[in-house]
């Protein structure tokens, strides 16, 4: 039995649970808040150590075998993914600590947080169908909640319009579950792989896919069903956003690699250039949407759309190259968007506005705001050494080899105007000099603290990634090799003698 | 507020029936249709018919614990009975069953999963009623918005 | 059968699409109600519709008698029914905490977190150094 793969489901399991009962002590509530966080990314950890060491790992739920009970693999895209969610975890539980007032930690904030990662860990590792979507509600209700915490209007009506979508995208990915359950009589993706052979060029196929398309693009915010995110994200404070933004995208987006590599693996088919032309659409409507924002948190909520176009495009490639360079994007997306709106927090905090155009003088009274504010939005752009550099590079060397000329076109352009839009915050808010009223002092050491801390901690990691870029690098090469030949993710499931 | 007589007069009656019925429809869903979600949700109504018939103040003291109390504990039964099964070496979440014999010729069959279903009972009671709570008390107190609502 | 329930499966997406299409806030959520029961209706019709005995293992017994009900689309189905209940449950409070701040349902009036923004350029030409 492994260990390994349940603790990143138990412990913030466990985590929630105890800080709901500890509500009525906030100091020792906070603590277990932390201590929840570091502990999960010691599993979390571990587990990809010994995921990219020793290959895929799996385990069966309650005893029973594969396919009739759940499972859970871990292959290194959901090792990787939940390593990196446990990193920016314990970033936001401590920046919330200062970052996020009295009444919304006492009222919840850190049970649903930490429910919340409950159900993004499970949606990475589970290895059943009908679990995933157990999986997205558990997360959907965590974040509703956490979205209206508070009760302010502009909450409420931002979170009108996510909890409709998202509802309506659970369903259709119920009935796509149906469908494929219906079809193939099994619900354990492994199996299903092997199944959904006899549906190949079948309407039945056709169906599956655009349902699937359509759920997890909801979820995923990929053009044109992005609407609901630019109008919701801004709207919680700080921490709550940050963890939205590095996640929630993520998890749609790693469900559509993982459900298209298993159940669709068909490079030439018209699906190739559905999802291209969406991911075109994505790239351009996010940066076209962030250059006419005014204010910094909806200018950050449409760049989190912009970078899942460049994802689904090397997810459209499905070549080994294009794989690595989605796989390796994702990774380091995570910590980037947490890092952006964590920082976007700051600058409302120490301005006192959220409006881009009143800010100034950021650059000469936050210095440390203002370094750790270049790796994250350089990255971004795409300028080297940061990390997003590497991963736009083997995404360009990908179209190139695939001779998906147009598409390259697109994403080096909307490279160039995405750094327009982070010299535009840059200009603006940090370098302008600061009227007398624009910076105020706020909090105390200890607050300074815990809110500068978590965001230069991510800055570094980042940097490390840009300068030092093999370990992970190597690690999307693993992962993109099981997505291009599933035979050993099929073997760790089902059993070796199941693949002959 | 005025409040129902017939209302509170039959709720008087009505509340202790559900409530025995919660238990027994948690114990029946053991081995036979019923179970702790079912129960959970008879019982979480009579808390709403107390809340109807007497204000949610009064149901809050007749519940004696928080909502919030109720989900913790469920969630921790649902999580324990998961890790007593890792406990006995066996994988997470398996059923383990025990055969008592009690004096008086009483057998009881018992099983990990009645932990998780009284956890199961316990969660959807916190839910019922911090909903019902929610909409009857107009929330808690609502933090005024930031500075800069409208941007 | 199974033809006439993908039917009424049909039927019921139909129906809960135009609601949702309405401005009515209360009738979306309606809408997303009926819409969970054709996505469950659908998932039933696909396990395969059996006569005779439920898939309950009688006292004694190794196995169910044979034929038997599929199990497992009604294990799915009660699972989705137990999550919508939640998820619907708090639509229904969110809508209502917003109809308590707005006075109104109608989703056209839905932008207290996207107001039409000025470009505000003259705030800026203001501040900005000469």
Same mark, same amino acid.
């Given at each position: 039995?492994d260990?390994l793969l349940?603790?990143p489901?138990?412990?913030?399991?466990?985590?929630?649970?105890?800080?709901?009962?500890?509500?009525?002590?906030?100091?020792?509530?906070?603590?277990?808040?932390?201590?929840?966080?570091?502990?999960?990314?010691?599993? $979390?950890?571990?587990l990809l150590w010994r995921v990219a060491t020793d290959g895929i790992r799996a385990a069966q739920?309650?005893?029973?075998?594969a396919?009739?009970?759940?499972t859970l693999v871990a292959d290194p895209l959901s090792a990787g993914l939940l390593g990196?969610?446990?990193?920016?975890?314990?970033?936001?539980?401590? @920046?919330?600590?200062?970052?996020?007032?009295?009444?919304?930690?006492?009222?919840?904030?850190?049970?649903?947080?930490?429910?919340?990662?409950?159900?993004?860990?499970?949606?990475f590792i589970t290895g059943?169908?009908?679990?995933?979507?157990?999986?997205?509600?558990?997360?959907?209700?965590?974040?509703?909640? &956490?979205?209206?915490?508070?009760?302010?209007?502009?909450?409420?009506?931002?979170?009108?319009? @996510?909890?409709?979508?998202?509802?309506?995208?659970?369903?259709?990915?119920?009935?796509?579950?149906?469908?494929?359950?219906?079809?193939?009589?099994?619900?354990n993706m492994a199996?299903?792989s =092997?199944?959904?052979?006899?549906?190949?060029?079948?309407?039945?196929?056709?169906?599956?896919?655009?349902?699937?398309?359509?759920?997890?693009?909801?979820?995923?915010?990929?053009?044109?069903?992005?609407?609901?995110?630019?109008?919701?994200?801004?709207?919680?404070?700080?921490?709550?956003?940050?963890?939205?933004? =590095?996640?929630?995208?993520?998890? =749609?987006?790693?469900? &559509?690699?993982r459900?298209?590599s298993l159940?669709?693996?068909?490079?030439?088919?018209?699906?190739?250039?559905?999802?291209?032309?969406?991911?075109?659409?994505?790239?351009?409507?996010?940066?076209?949407?962030?250059?006419?924002?005014?204010?910094?948190?909806?200018?950050?909520?449409?760049?989190?759309?912009?970078?899942?176009? @460049?994802?689904?495009?090397?997810?459209?490639?499905?070549?080994?190259?294009?794989?690595? =360079? %989605?796989v390796?994007?994702?990774?380091?997306?995570?910590?980037?968007?947490?890092?952006?709106?964590?920082?976007?927090?700051?600058?409302?905090?120490?301005?006192?506005? %959220?409006?881009?155009?009143?800010?100034?003088?950021?650059?000469?009274?936050?210095?440390?705001?203002?370094?750790?504010?270049?790796?994250?939005?350089?990255?971004?752009?795409?300028?080297?050494?940061?990390?997003?550099?590497?991963?736009?590079?083997?995404?360009?060397?990908?179209?190139?080899?695939?001779?998906?000329?147009?598409?390259?076109?697109?994403?080096?352009?909307?490279? &160039?105007?995405?750094?327009?839009?982070?010299?535009?915050?840059?200009?603006?808010?940090?370098?302008?000099?600061?009227?007398?009223?624009?910076?105020?002092?706020?909090? $105390?050491?200890?607050?300074?603290?815990?809110?500068?801390?978590?965001?230069? %901690?991510?800055?570094?990691?980042?940097?490390?990634?840009?300068?030092?870029?093999?370990?992970?690098?190597?690690l %999307?090469e693993q992962a993109a090799a099981n997505l291009v030949d599933t035979q050993a993710y099929v073997d760790a499931v089902l059993g070796p003698?199941a693949g002959? | 507020?005025?409040?129902?007589?017939?209302?509170?007069?039959?709720?008087?009656?009505?509340?202790?029936?559900?409530?025995?019925?919660?238990?027994?429809?948690?114990?029946?869903?053991?081995?036979?249709?019923?179970?702790?979600?079912?129960?959970?949700?008879?019982?979480?109504?009579? +808390?709403?018919?107390?809340?109807?018939?007497?204000?949610? !103040?009064?149901?809050?003291?007749?519940?004696? +614990?928080?909502?919030?109390?109720?989900?913790?504990?469920?969630?921790?039964?649902?999580?324990?009975?998961?890790?007593?099964?890792?406990?006995?070496?066996?994988? +997470?979440?398996? !059923?383990?069953?025990?055969?008592?014999?009690?004096?008086? !010729?009483?057998?009881?069959?018992?099983?990990?999963?009645?932990? +998780?279903?009284? !956890?199961?009972?316990?969660?959807?009671?916190?839910?019922?009623?911090?909903?019902?709570?929610?909409?009857?008390?107009?929330?808690?107190?609502?933090?005024?918005?930031?500075?800069?609502?409208?941007? | 059968?199974?033809?006439?329930?993908?039917?009424?499966?049909?039927?019921?997406?139909?129906?809960?699409?135009?609601?949702?299409?309405?401005?009515?806030?209360?009738?979306?959520?309606?809408?997303?109600?009926?819409?969970?029961?054709?996505?469950?209706?659908?998932?039933?019709?696909?396990?395969?519709?059996?006569?005779?005995?439920?898939?309950?293992?009688?006292?004694?017994?190794?196995?169910?008698?044979?034929?038997?009900?599929?199990?497992?689309?009604?294990?799915?189905?009660?699972?989705?029914?137990?999550?919508?209940?939640?998820?619907?449950?708090?639509?229904?409070?969110?809508?209502?905490?917003?109809?308590?701040?707005?006075?109104?349902?109608?989703?056209?009036?839905?932008?207290?977190?996207?107001?039409?923004?000025?470009?505000?350029?003259?705030?800026?030409?203001?501040?900005?150094?000469?």
């Amino acid at each position: 039995m492994d260990l390994l793969l349940i603790l990143p489901l138990a412990i913030p399991l466990g985590t929630a649970v105890l800080t709901l009962l500890l509500r009525s002590v906030p100091g020792v509530q906070r603590l277990t808040s932390v201590l929840g966080a570091v502990a999960l990314l010691g599993a $979390s950890g571990t587990l990809l150590w010994r995921v990219a060491t020793d290959g895929i790992r799996a385990a069966q739920m309650g005893g029973w075998p594969a396919p009739f009970g759940i499972t859970l693999v871990a292959d290194p895209l959901s090792a990787g993914l939940l390593g990196m969610t446990a990193f920016v975890a314990v970033a936001v539980a401590v @920046y919330a600590l200062a970052g996020m007032d009295e009444a919304r930690q006492r009222f919840g904030f850190h049970p649903l947080f930490h429910l919340l990662l409950m159900g993004v860990n499970g949606a990475f590792i589970t290895g059943d169908m009908f679990n995933l979507y157990v999986w997205f509600e558990v997360l959907l209700i965590a974040s509703f909640v &956490l979205l209206v915490l508070g009760n302010e209007r502009r909450q409420l009506d931002g979170a009108v319009k @996510y909890v409709g979508i998202n509802l309506v995208s659970s369903i259709i990915f119920l009935a796509a579950v149906g469908l494929l359950y219906g079809h193939t009589g099994t619900l354990n993706m492994a199996d299903a792989s =092997g199944r959904i052979a006899e549906l190949r060029g079948s309407g039945v196929e056709a169906t599956l896919a655009t349902l699937f398309i359509m759920a997890f693009g909801i979820k995923a915010a990929l053009f044109p069903l992005f609407f609901w995110l630019p109008a919701a994200y801004h709207t919680p404070p700080a921490p709550v956003a940050a963890v939205f933004a =590095g996640l929630l995208t993520k998890v =749609g987006i790693y469900s &559509l690699i993982r459900v298209f590599s298993l159940l669709f693996p068909d490079p030439t088919g018209y699906t190739r250039t559905v999802l291209l032309v969406i991911a075109a659409g994505t790239m351009v409507v996010g940066v076209m949407g962030a250059m006419v924002q005014r204010n910094v948190h909806r200018l950050l909520a449409f760049l989190v759309i912009s970078a899942m176009g @460049y994802i689904l495009m090397g997810l459209g490639f499905f070549t080994t190259l294009g794989l690595v =360079g %989605a796989v390796f994007y994702i990774l380091q997306d995570v910590p980037v968007k947490t890092t952006l709106f964590l920082i976007g927090g700051m600058m409302e905090r120490d301005t006192g506005t %959220a409006r881009l155009g009143e800010m100034g003088g950021l650059y000469q009274y936050r210095p440390v705001l203002a370094a750790a504010f270049m790796v994250p939005a350089f990255s971004l752009a795409g300028f080297p050494p940061f990390p997003g550099f590497w991963g736009k590079l083997t995404l360009v060397q990908a179209g190139l080899e695939a001779e998906q000329f147009t598409i390259v076109a697109v994403a080096l352009i909307v490279g &160039l105007f995405t750094l327009l839009v982070v010299a535009q915050i840059w200009s603006r808010a940090f370098w302008r000099p600061a009227t007398e009223d624009d910076v105020q002092a706020s909090g $105390s050491t200890s607050q300074r603290w815990a809110l500068n801390g978590p965001i230069v %901690a991510l800055a570094v990691v980042l940097l490390a990634i840009g300068l030092y870029a093999q370990p992970l690098y190597g690690l %999307a090469e693993q992962a993109a090799a099981n997505l291009v030949d599933t035979q050993a993710y099929v073997d760790a499931v089902l059993g070796p003698s199941a693949g002959a | 507020m005025i409040y129902s007589l017939i209302l509170q007069v039959a709720t008087r009656l009505l509340i202790p029936l559900l409530l025995v019925f919660s238990v027994f429809m948690l114990l029946r869903g053991h081995s036979h249709p019923g179970g702790g979600f079912v129960g959970g949700l008879i019982a979480g109504s009579a +808390f709403v018919l107390y809340a109807f018939s007497r204000g949610v !103040g009064a149901a809050r003291q007749v519940l004696r +614990f928080e909502p919030q109390t109720l989900l913790g504990v469920g969630l921790a039964c649902a999580l324990g009975s998961g890790i007593l099964a890792l406990i006995q070496g066996e994988a +997470f979440l398996t !059923g383990l069953w025990a055969d008592l014999y009690l004096p008086g !010729g009483i057998h009881l069959y018992l099983g990990s999963t009645l932990i +998780f279903d009284i !956890g199961v009972f316990l969660v959807v009671i916190g839910t019922v009623v911090l909903m019902m709570f929610s909409v009857e008390e107009r929330g808690p107190a609502v933090i005024p918005s930031r500075r800069n609502d409208t941007s | 059968m199974e033809a006439l329930l993908a039917i009424v499966s049909g039927i019921l997406f139909a129906c809960s699409f135009y609601l949702m299409m309405r401005r009515n806030l209360l009738r979306f959520v309606i809408g997303l109600i009926i819409l969970g029961n054709a996505a469950n209706l659908l998932i039933f019709t696909m396990g395969r519709l059996t006569r005779d005995h439920p898939p309950v293992i009688p006292y004694g017994a190794e196995l169910p008698i044979e034929p038997y009900a599929n199990p497992l689309p009604q294990a799915l189905i009660l699972t989705a029914i137990v999550i919508s209940f939640g998820l619907l449950v708090f639509a229904l409070v969110l809508v209502f905490r917003n109809y308590l701040t707005t006075n109104t349902l109608d989703a056209d009036t839905l932008d207290a977190a996207e107001p039409d923004e000025p470009l505000d350029v003259h705030t800026e030409t203001r501040r900005l150094p000469a």
